[in-house]
């Protein structure tokens, strides 16, 4: 290259960068430091006293469709026209409203400014309107989303009660959920199968509605009741070929519905919905020592059949709704744990981020769980099969980010722990039993020592020693724990009753939209509110509810006080919506839920996702019958079971037609009862209920107590865990987050990451081999041929499948078991073993290698096989008993 | 030949660099006091940048032609300085103002005055015990309504960010960063419940 080619290279260089850095330099360097200090003393102060309540982002008004709190808006104006025009009075449609000379402008709407601050804005617009509030960090996110058109798909449409349809074999249906169902069967060629035997439905109902088996008198009480009908009977009533007595029936529904055990059942499928867990889970996973709270009111709400209405409000705004006693503050304030038992990644280092994290995962909860609607998706972007802009992602996330999560953990065992809500003296029960006063001095020497041992090392440190970094942090780590566990009880050593929840914050914290939802890139603000295709046009923002004459209505009917929303987080309002009659998902889903439990598989099958990319309703006049029937029953989730219990549809019986099945093969259309695999918590409280064993007492607290505080691995260890043993409901084992009881995580239970409204239903030879390996099923054999044992031998094989699974033995069963049983009867000089010692080790091996006889000590020849034992862990093995016909 | 092409190079870097270093800016101060939507503040000639955030300028937001005669300014940033809150002289320290001023009585002289819009995120900020690395912590609620600023007794450490000649983030160190977040108050006490604020009573229908 020439010299004067390089020359002319160096130039070109120059202007370029000299371009690139002055391109980059806002307008504002035009303005002078001067004009800017007179828009900052007279200008601005009166843009925002007297101007921004109406016009500004903050605000969330645009009167007029002029904002004035950016230069930029300022200078663009609203439908009138530009607002400032600088240099020119005439075109300033601003300067022309203040002087009160027009009468279509008249600005401010209270009253005239005075002349002086007129004379400021005079002159400001005259030196050029100079204005420093460049405040576009991003420019604003659009969304292209055509919401109307979205709010046509068949989910946001409100429900109607459907008329019940006519049928050609409407003498089968006995109420109008057969109606339905015999009409998509008339549809699809379809024929409902016969009706189940008596002995089927009540071992059916029992496990459905209680999760326990029918003991053997309950099997025999009802089956003859509920036989009463006899063949001259049956013909009597035409077409109805019905062989089931329908008023004893229903009293066995309504005695189910009443049992404790109804709630610990249902109760339980609310917590997979609410993905309920006793950790965080995340990257440290830590014990949640007070979730248990909630799981005692989930249990109870079920029981009392609280309106699922009410149950929505507690759970989302349990904290802000207004009460007449402590114990309901108390149980509303455990409600709001509903927000704070999400998976939390607690050791993360950044705040913010964790926060955002927080709040995404409370949305994606509360949506999921209540709407089937996956707002989530749309944290980074619009959603990409349902109409929810990005902007209605922020809109709920400025009701949570002004909510304070209480979740508790210490500080010195996690980044970002938070205090506990205190509900001492309120009502609830403590959870620990009250300390001794030895224990409660040896609390406190050990928080004395540790705090001793921090004054210690600091001393050293400060004369000069070294003091190893992790030893100072151990040792914080150990006073900051011994005064958590000192701060958990009084002074007389009484517990304090602690609870996770949420509170409002002290100011509501404004939401920016974040682009691609990274946190430093802001783009516009974003009012709070709910979704937009929920809601009728412009009524999505919580300010237009609050002012809308439906909204105030509900909330005085809901009693829920004032729907200003301005002091507060807007939970309330958004409470409120969700459980509104008039949001079209919500009994919907519910019922959609309640059918899922009830059958095996929902009306809709993405019992979680009723969006574009779920399925859509194989009976949606069904649905809209169901969840109408919800709402005019006070929302009354055992008034909507009771409804599916009496229906023909589910007392049908689960056997196999081949023609049905070649048009259906998936029952979509109900021709028959669907054959369940028990969860396992159901199949382990079966095993325990079968053999004896079960406490149906529930348990103070939580077993997780003697465990410990802090994370699985660092503080608590997982074997500690594992080691709880107890013969309670399952409902109340420790469900510690990757940590589960290893019988429930062999059947299936979910890990409570997300909202399971449905489980997965694997069949793996794990399962088997756990049944017939595990030491815990072999225990509940050796207890259930113990009860047996008294029995005569001719009556055993009957006794045990009464028991195990609800029914007499066919002759060919009796026949096979009585072989068994015999099968060493000539070797053997007696069967009978000392089955209470053996049943301490919980060990008797059979054979040389078999478990079921008892390990030989060194002089002692080993005792003659278990067979009755083993029998009955054989049967504990069937298919039968895990599953319900 | 080599020699007209590295001094290219060398030159956009340069400017490059430079103009990138104008968009983000980062200052820390000492805000002395609080009066409505306005904040006193000194330049922190203690505080370093730290480890964390921008291109860190021990310069304060009123430097040389910027919009007081206080403390230190950024590069590039003249004219309105401050972009989103800037106000000159005649502060706080001269007038009574709306609402209750808090902080300290006497206003050093080197004080600025600035104004903050609602828009201005306003975050807790910490350093790190050992690295003295500062982190931003969470969002303060309220903004300057915010107890830490209402209840403040002496000055707060703070770090102003601006982009674009605005003030984007103001991050406040707290001994009691949020008593949802610490486990022991700055005097050492540890809190591990604290009682939920009382809902209203439900009326009687």
């Given at each position: ?13 120059c ?8 391109s ?7 303005q ?10 007279k200008?601005?102060?009166?843009l ?11 605000a969330?008004?645009?009167r ?5 709190d ?14 400032v ?10 300067y022309?409203?203040i002087?009160y ?15 002086s601050?007129i ?9 050029g309107a ?18 109307e058109a ?9 429900p ?7 049928s ?26 016969k ?6 439905l009540?071992?059916r ?9 029918p ?32 008023d ?7 005695e ?8 610990e ?12 867990a ?10 949640y ?5 909630y ?15 009410q ?9 802000l ?11 509303n304030?455990i ?10 990644r ?10 955002a994290?927080?709040?995404d ?6 949506m999921?769980a ?5 707002v ?10 349902d109409?929810?802009p990005?902007e ?6 400025g ?5 304070q ?5 210490l500080?010195?065992?996690?980044r970002?722990?938070t ?31 540790a ?16 003091v ?23 002074n ?6 602690f609870?996770?929840g ?13 682009v ?12 709070r ?7 009728s ?31 507060g987080?807007?939970?309330l ?17 519910i ?10 598989s ?35 989730i055992?008034?909507l ?7 023909r ?11 049905n099945f ?5 029952n ?9 695999r ?37 503080n ?6 594992r080691?709880?043993?107890?013969k ?5 084992l ?20 997300l ?10 030879p ?5 049944m ?9 054999a ?22 195990v ?27 009978r ?10 060990s008797?091996?059979?054979?040389r ?9 060194s ?16 049967l504990?093995?069937t298919t039968e008993?895990?599953?319900v016909? | 030949?080599?020699?007209p092409i ?6 956009s ?6 103009t ?18 306005r904040?006193?503040?000194?330049n ?5 940048s ?23 300014r ?9 972009g ?12 009574s ?11 050093p ?10 828009s ?11 690295t003295?690395?500062?982190r ?6 309220g903004?300057?309504?915010h107890a830490?600023?209402q ?20 991050n406040?160190?707290?001994?009691d ?10 005097n050492?006490e540890?809190v591990i ?5 009382r ?7």
């Amino acid at each position: 290259m020439t010299k004067r080619m390089s020359r002319w290279a160096s130039r070109i260089a120059c202007v370029f960068a000299v371009l690139l850095l002055f391109s980059d330099l806002p307008e504002v360097h035009s303005q002078t430091r001067a004009e800017i200090d007179f828009f900052e003393t007279k200008i601005r102060p009166q843009l925002v006293t007297h101007c921004y309540e109406c016009h500004s982002d903050d605000a969330g008004k645009a009167r007029g469709g002029l904002k004035l709190d950016t230069r930029q808006s300022a200078l663009v104006g609203g439908d009138s026209g530009s607002a400032v025009v600088p240099r020119s009075l005439a075109k300033s449609l601003l300067y022309k409203s203040i002087l009160y000379t027009d009468d279509d402008y008249q600005m401010p709407p209270k009253g005239k400014l005075p002349p002086s601050v007129i004379a400021d804005f005079r002159k400001w617009i005259q030196m050029g309107a100079p204005d420093p509030r460049v405040t576009k960090i991003s420019p604003d996110v659009e969304s292209e989303i055509d919401i109307e058109a979205g709010r046509q798909f068949w989910a946001y449409q409100p429900p109607r009660r459907p008329d019940v349809p006519a049928s050609k074999r409407s003498a089968w249906a006995r109420t109008a959920i057969d109606r339905f169902a015999i009409a998509a069967m008339d549809q699809h060629g379809l024929n409902p199968v016969k009706e189940a035997t008596a002995e089927t439905l009540v071992r059916r109902l029992f496990f459905t509605l209680t999760g326990l088996p029918p003991t053997p008198r309950q099997v025999n009480d009802w089956t003859d009741r509920l036989s009463k009908l006899t063949s001259d009977e049956t013909s009597s009533d035409p077409g109805s070929e019905s062989r089931i007595d329908q008023d004893a029936y229903a009293d066995l529904v309504d005695e189910l519905l009443q049992s404790p055990g109804y709630g610990e059942r249902w109760g339980r499928h609310w917590m997979d919905v609410a993905r309920y867990a006793d950790s965080t889970g995340g990257d440290q996973n830590n014990l949640y020592q007070h979730a248990w709270r909630y799981r005692d009111y989930v249990i109870d709400s079920f029981n009392e059949d609280k309106p699922f209405d009410q149950f929505i409000r507690e759970q989302v705004a349990g904290d802000l709704m207004p009460v007449s006693d402590d114990n309901e503050w108390a149980e509303n304030v455990i409600a709001s744990g509903f927000l704070a038992l999400g998976v939390k990644r607690v050791g993360e280092e950044d705040q913010q981020k964790f926060f955002a994290d927080l709040v995404d995962e409370q949305i994606d909860t509360t949506m999921r769980a209540f709407l089937a609607t996956t707002v989530a998706c749309a944290r980074c972007h619009d959603h990409k099969f349902d109409p929810i802009p990005q902007e209605d992602y922020y809109a709920l996330a400025g009701i949570f980010r002004s909510t304070q999560t209480h979740y508790g953990l210490l500080k010195a065992q996690a980044r970002q722990a938070t205090t506990l809500l205190d509900l001492t003296g309120m009502g609830p029960p403590p959870g620990a039993p009250k300390l001794s006063a030895e224990e409660m001095q040896t609390l406190i020497k050990e928080r004395d020592e540790a705090a001793r041992a921090v004054s210690d090392a600091m001393n050293k440190i400060r004369s000069g020693e070294n003091v190893f970094r992790g030893t100072l942090r151990r040792l914080r780590s150990q006073r900051d724990e011994t005064e958590a566990a000192l701060q958990a009880f009084s002074n007389r050593g009484e517990p304090r009753v602690f609870a996770m929840g949420t509170q409002d914050r002290d100011h509501a914290l404004p939401t920016r939209l974040l682009v691609r939802g990274e946190l430093d890139k802001p783009a516009q603000n974003v009012p709070r509110g709910v979704p937009q295709v929920l809601c009728s046009s412009n009524k999505h923002t919580l300010h237009a509810r609050s002012i809308d004459a439906g909204v105030r209505g509900e909330f005085r009917n809901a009693q829920l006080g004032s729907p200003a929303f301005q002091s507060g987080s807007g939970r309330l309002h958004l409470a409120q919506w969700i459980a509104s009659e008039r949001n079209p998902l919500t009994a919907r889903v519910i019922a959609n839920r309640v059918w899922h439990w009830m059958f095996g598989s929902g009306i809709v099958r993405t019992v979680d996702d009723f969006g574009n990319s779920g399925d859509r309703p194989t009976h949606p006049e069904l649905l809209d019958h169901l969840a109408m029937h919800l709402m005019q029953n006070d929302w009354s989730i055992k008034s909507l079971v009771r409804e599916i219990t009496l229906s023909r549809t589910w007392q049908l019986s689960s056997e196999h037609h081949d023609a049905n099945f070649a048009i259906d093969p998936d029952n979509r259309y109900l021709w028959k009862m669907n054959v369940r695999r028990l969860e396992g918590e159901a199949i382990r409280d079966a095993m325990l209920a079968v053999s004896g064993e079960l406490d149906l007492v529930r348990p103070t607290g939580t077993y997780l107590r003697e465990a410990g505080e802090g994370g699985v691995g660092q503080n608590v260890f997982e074997p500690v865990i594992r080691s709880i043993e107890t013969k309670t409901r399952s409902v109340y084992l420790p469900r510690v987050r990757s940590v589960l009881p290893e019988m429930l995580e062999v059947f299936d239970a979910p890990d409570a990451s997300l909202v399971a409204g449905s489980r997965e239903t694997t069949s793996s030879p794990l399962q088997a081999l756990f049944m017939m390996n595990n030491p815990f099923v072999a225990q509940q054999a050796i207890a259930l041929a113990k009860r047996i044992e008294d029995t005569p031998p001719d009556q055993r094989i009957t006794a045990i499948y009464q028991r195990v699974l609800a029914r007499r033995p066919t002759a060919r069963e009796v026949q096979l078991g009585t072989q068994f049983l015999n099968a060493s009867a000539g070797s053997q000089t007696s069967s009978r073993v000392n089955l209470s010692s053996s049943s301490q080790t919980g060990s008797v091996r059979f054979g040389r290698r078999n478990r079921f006889s008892r390990q030989a000590t060194s002089s002692r020849q080993p005792d003659p096989p278990n067979l009755l034992a083993a029998y009955c862990q054989a049967l504990l093995c069937t298919t039968e008993f895990q599953t319900v016909q | 030949m080599l020699r007209p092409i590295i001094r290219f190079s060398l030159t956009s870097v340069l400017l490059l660099t430079f103009t990138a270093a104008a968009g983000a800016e980062e200052y820390f101060v000492r805000i002395e006091k609080v009066s409505g939507n306005r904040m006193l503040v000194v330049n922190d000639t203690s505080a370093g940048s730290g480890g964390a955030g921008g291109p860190g300028n021990a310069g304060g937001p009123g430097n040389a032609g910027g919009p007081s005669n206080a403390g230190g300014r950024g590069r590039g940033m003249r004219g309105g300085g401050r972009g989103g809150g800037g106000s000159g002289g005649g502060g706080m320290s001269n007038r009574s103002g709306r609402g209750r001023r808090r902080g300290t009585e006497s206003a050093p002289a080197n004080a600025t005055t600035i104004t903050i819009a609602p828009s201005i995120k306003i975050t807790a900020a910490m350093r790190e015990r050992r690295t003295f690395e500062f982190r931003v912590l969470a969002e303060l609620p309220g903004g300057l309504r915010h107890a830490v600023f209402q209840n403040m007794k002496q000055p707060l450490q703070a770090r102003i960010v601006t982009k674009n000649n605005a003030i984007t983030e103001v991050n406040v160190i707290t001994g009691d960063t949020d008593i949802n977040q610490s486990g022991s108050t700055a005097n050492g006490e540890t809190v591990i419940a604290i009682r939920p604020k009382r809902p209203p009573r439900k009326q009687t229908p």
